[in-house]
């Protein structure tokens, strides 16, 4: 089996705790470069982790030839674009979810790496979790009844501010999704 030689866009909270460690762990796996648009935090990422490479510009992680899968892991209003270039480039695409701001932007993605023949992943891990599999178990056994409506209640409210002192993403609709 060949080796999945990967490049992040983005190394910010997710690729810290979740997917940097898996990207290094995994078998026929490794973490080749990391891009962010601060060159110090990407060169700082980089080093604590021991990665080759890091990047300030995602046209060029994408196109080194060292690399050969794109994982994007940046909030969802650029994953259009970085999805394309992948694409374009004829790398495989690994992408964060949300997936896009949009369900025309989810399948201008899918249509895109269709047509370059390149395989599209979105990061719904959690699905797989046991706690949802118990859930999913506890619907399908029919116990419930015909579920007919979710209610969510949110434990805490989302940080407005993140950890470098800046408005968190998740909070900003134009960043975040708008399912139009």
């Known amino acids: 089996m060949s080796e999945i030689v990967w490049g992040s866009i983005g190394c910010g909270d997710v690729m810290e705790v979740k997917s940097g460690p898996a990207f290094q762990n995994a078998n026929h796996s490794q973490l080749g470069a990391v891009m962010r648009r ?16 890091w990047y300030s510009n995602a046209q060029k992680l994408i196109q080194d030839p060292e690399i050969n899968a794109i994982y994007i892991a940046t909030p969802p209003n650029t ?28 399948q201008e ?23 949802y599999l118990k859930v999913q178990e506890i619907i399908d056994s029919g116990l419930l009844g015909s579920i007919q409506r979710v209610n969510v209640r949110l434990l ?19 960043l975040a999704c708008r399912w139009i």
Request: net charge positive; proline share 7%; with cysteine.
């Open 38 to 53: 601060n060159a110090n935090l990407a060169a700082d990422f980089a080093n604590r982790h021991m990665i080759p490479k």
């Open 79 to 106: 994953h259009l674009k970085y999805t394309i270039l992948a694409a374009e480039a004829g790398k495989p695409v690994y992408v964060e979810k949300p997936m896009a701001n949009s369900y025309a932007q989810c």
């Open 109 to 131: 993605m899918v249509n895109i790496c269709r047509e370059k023949q390149v395989p599209l992943f979105v990061a719904y891990y959690r699905r797989a979790l046991p706690r």
């Open 156 to 174: 805490h409210q989302a940080k407005v501010i993140d950890i470098e002192g800046k408005q968190n993403w998740r909070v900003m609709p134009e």
